[in-house]
């Protein structure tokens, strides 16, 4: 921001926000290529060997059940269409608070019900259920109502400004987005129904949120993006990229590293992989353009496989590939992955990419003072010798 540590001027949190959000993930992307330039020159062979994991980082939403979206369906839908009341003076939204209290009120007893023991519990279930989807639909049924009201307004000759276009776009969304998670309660509720994943809704403010079982402790269960990363020998993340829903580490891999070996001009002269990256196609398209492949067999290993895999510097590469994952918890713990506090699916890329730039430039640091302290160690050196 072009301030010192002396001046005054600061700029609030949501200035910097705003600006920082003028940013395409490309450009961010553009300049953590730039840095990288910079790093590779400081060192020699830092695209000798390369290695790669995905992990997840988590959407910033809350844990999703029905009524939980439920709520929050109609929570939007009451505080949108209570503004476009107020604006165009449409009736009928006086109550909107008792409103939010009732559906609130509804869902806290479900809560309740849910975690009791009792013998009628899935009957009172139901009808909780039932009475909650009631509460929605009558709201929806209201909110429409309005929404008519002002289209025979406009009609008539009311100006609607772009913000205002904007709401009711936003109200449309809401609407249409608690009326499937309604069919969604029904099914899965009153006809007993195993919802696919696929299907399913995670999020009404994050509708891209994919549910990711990777059945590892703590979290066996996360709600988010696989992002994949590629970390060179200098330690520097040389790509990032947030997988697209149903996509996995070995539907991908294959084509990443062609990408960087081209961008590299073929300097990559080892790969190393987890049993994850694991196809026998994967295995034959990397070995065209890459020279060393570490990429252990998933599965029982035939003969072929067993000598491939006790080759001496394929046993090296392995070794080092463990070290991504103290890269992985640098950017979660020391850069922000573990949370994506950013909204929207151009956040989640913005986020993602600004990780890895903030990575790229620490580790640029540390080169950069590592030389520093070897200069003046020689420097301090030589005046010893003189001195003495």
Do not use: C, M
């Given at each position: 921001m072009m301030l010192s540590d002396w001046e005054e001027k600061r700029y609030s949190r949501s200035a910097i926000h705003d600006n920082f959000t003028l940013l395409s993930p490309e450009t961010i992307r553009a300049i953590t290529a730039i840095v990288v330039e910079i790093g590779h020159g400081l060192g020699s062979k830092p695209l000798e060997r390369v290695r790669a994991d995905s992990f997840v980082v988590k959407k910033n939403i809350h844990y999703p059940t029905d009524t939980n979206l439920l709520y929050d369906g109609c929570r939007k839908i009451i505080e949108l269409t209570k503004k476009i009341a107020v604006e165009f003076d449409i009736p009928g939204w006086r109550k909107n608070n008792f409103w939010k209290h009732t559906i609130k009120s509804s869902l806290r007893k479900i809560t309740k019900i849910a975690r009791s023991r009792a013998a009628d519990r899935d009957q009172r279930l139901k009808e909780m259920y039932f009475y909650i989807i009631g509460q929605a639909q009558q709201l929806i049924s209201k909110a429409d109502g309005s929404l008519a009201i002002l289209n025979e307004k406009v009609q008539s000759g009311e100006i609607l400004l772009p913000k205002w276009q904007e709401i009711v776009s936003e109200l449309q969304y809401f609407?249409?987005?608690?009326?499937?998670?309604?069919?969604?309660?029904?099914?899965?509720?009153?006809?007993?129904?195993?919802?696919?994943?696929?299907?399913?809704?995670?999020?009404?403010?994050?509708?891209?949120?994919?549910?990711?079982?990777?059945?590892?402790?703590?979290?066996?269960?996360?709600?988010?993006?696989?992002?994949?990363?590629?970390?060179?020998?200098a330690g520097f993340i040389i790509h990032d990229e947030v997988l697209g829903q149903g996509f996995t580490d070995e539907k991908v891999i294959a084509d990443v590293m062609k990408r960087l070996q081209e961008r590299f001009k073929g300097q990559i002269r080892a790969a190393s992989f987890d049993k994850g990256f694991w196809t026998p196609n994967n295995l034959r398209d990397l070995s065209e353009f890459i020279p060393i492949v570490a990429l252990p067999k998933k599965g029982r290993r035939s003969r072929e496989d067993q000598k491939r895999e006790s080759n001496e510097e394929f046993g090296k590469i392995r070794k080092w590939h463990a070290g991504v994952e103290s890269a992985i918890h640098a950017l979660q713990a020391g850069n922000g992955l573990d949370l994506c506090r950013d909204k929207g699916a151009a956040g989640y890329q913005r986020y993602v990419a600004a990780a890895a730039l903030g990575r790229n430039l620490q580790v640029l640091g540390t080169i950069l003072l590592k030389k520093e302290r070897k200069k003046r160690r020689k420097e301090s050196n030589v005046l010893d010798i003189l001195l003495a």
């Open positions: 609407i249409a987005g608690t009326e499937h998670v309604i069919e969604l309660a029904q099914r899965r509720v009153f006809n007993d129904e195993k919802i696919p994943n696929p299907e399913k809704v995670f999020s009404l403010f994050e509708p891209d949120t994919e549910l990711i079982n990777r059945g590892k402790s703590p979290n066996p269960i996360e709600f988010g993006h696989r992002v994949l990363i590629v970390q060179d020998n």
